[in-house]
């Protein structure tokens, strides 16, 4: 195994963590920017007030993109293998 090769192994992980997160992160963070905004607008300073909206569009967000998340990740273990089988001795 080559540098070259686990360089670029390391490479389609990372970018594979990146696109299995990005779409929940950007979520999570467009709602809590929402509710931030009308908790400083009506001056309800509640904390817990925050999870409720975050944990519906977390799941919101799996249902709509989970499928789209699991082929890209049985993708990315099929290429893992195959590379595998091919490596020399």
Same mark, same amino acid.
């Given at each position: 195994m080559t540098p070259d090769t686990i360089i670029d192994l390391m490479r389609?992980? #990372?970018?594979?963590g990146g696109m299995m997160a990005g779409p #929940?992160?950007?979520?999570c963070l467009v709602v809590g920017v929402g509710v931030s905004i009308i908790q400083a607008t009506t001056q309800i300073n509640d904390m817990t007030m925050v999870f409720i909206p975050k944990i519906l569009a977390v799941v919101v967000t799996l249902v709509l993109c989970g499928s789209w998340m699991l082929q890209l990740y049985i993708d990315f273990t099929r290429q893992i293998l195959r590379s595998v089988a091919t490596l020399p001795g």
């Open positions: 389609n992980a #990372i970018e594979m #929940i992160l950007l979520v």
